[in-house]
């Protein structure tokens, strides 16, 4: 099956700055890679999502890029704030129908602090 | 629209006992999904229905764990008997469709603490 990996696994930024976390997988069919952030207590929720016909996909300060060649994607955080602060899980999934397709494969997390 | 319900929120069971947790989706989700999700790891699918079939249970501990979603709407999943192990938020998740490009969203979970 599918393997995520994420890094890094702790992340400690100052306000303003930028975050970067970074994901490898290792199904070439994987072809939807969607980024949850989930705070203390709560479910994970979408924060933005790439599909594998697209390198880049830009929100407001939040980006996410896609390598299809060297199997990687990222999510970029700009202008961080204190409520930013959470973790963030990457995830890949090969969609289509038909048993085990669709599922998401998640990775391990980061653990993002934004000191203010 | 009102976001995916789940209760109990916290349960403490001692160890070779039952548990059931219970899940209300999104109105109108044909997919429900149960996922695991150990302390410090990322979740971890065990179940996938579309409206009241089972699309995907590949790993589903089935010697002690069951699910079912009556009517393709609520589902419940059960633990019986538990282990040590099993010490995890399970987490219930809700889509539009199956097809894994959808948003999947996510209920606020319950906490599983077996002794």
């Known amino acids: 099956g599918e393997n995520v990996e994420q890094h890094p696994s702790t992340l400690s930024v100052q306000e303003g700055d930028s975050a970067v976390i970074k994901c490898t997988y290792s199904?070439?069919?994987?072809?939807?890679f969607p980024w949850y952030k989930q705070e203390l207590g709560k479910g994970p929720q979408l924060i933005i999502d790439?599909?594998?016909?697209?390198g880049e996909k830009k929100d407001q300060r939040i980006a996410v890029t896609l390598n299809k060649t060297a199997k990687h994607f990222s999510l970029h955080i700009t202008e961080t704030q204190p409520e930013d602060s959470a973790v963030y899980f990457c995830?890949?999934?090969?969609?289509?129908?038909?048993?085990?397709?669709?599922?998401?494969?998640f990775g391990r997390g980061t653990q993002l602090t934004v000191w203010p | 629209e009102a976001g995916v319900a789940q209760s109990p929120r916290y349960k403490i069971i001692e160890k070779r006992q039952s548990v059931a947790f219970w899940c209300n989706p999104i109105?109108?989700?044909?997919?429900l999904y149960w996922y695991q999700q150990i302390l410090g790891q990322g979740p971890k699918l065990l179940i996938q229905?579309?409206?009241?079939?089972?699309?995907?249970d590949s790993q589903l501990p089935k010697d002690r764990f069951s699910a079912e979603r009556l009517k393709g709407v609520d589902s419940t999943l059960k633990i019986q008997p538990a282990k040590l192990e099993d010490s995890a938020v399970y987490l219930c998740?809700?889509?539009?469709?199956?097809?894994?490009?959808?948003?999947?969203?996510f209920g606020p979970g319950t906490r599983l603490l077996v002794l």
């Open positions: 229905f579309q409206n009241n079939g089972v699309v995907d």
């Open positions: 998740a809700s889509s539009r469709g199956g097809t894994g490009q959808e948003t999947q969203y």
């Open positions: 995830a890949a999934s090969i969609g289509g129908r038909g048993s085990t397709l669709g599922r998401l494969y």
């Open positions: 790439i599909r594998s016909n697209v």
């Open positions: 109105s109108g989700h044909a997919t």
């Open positions: 199904d070439s069919a994987s072809n939807y």
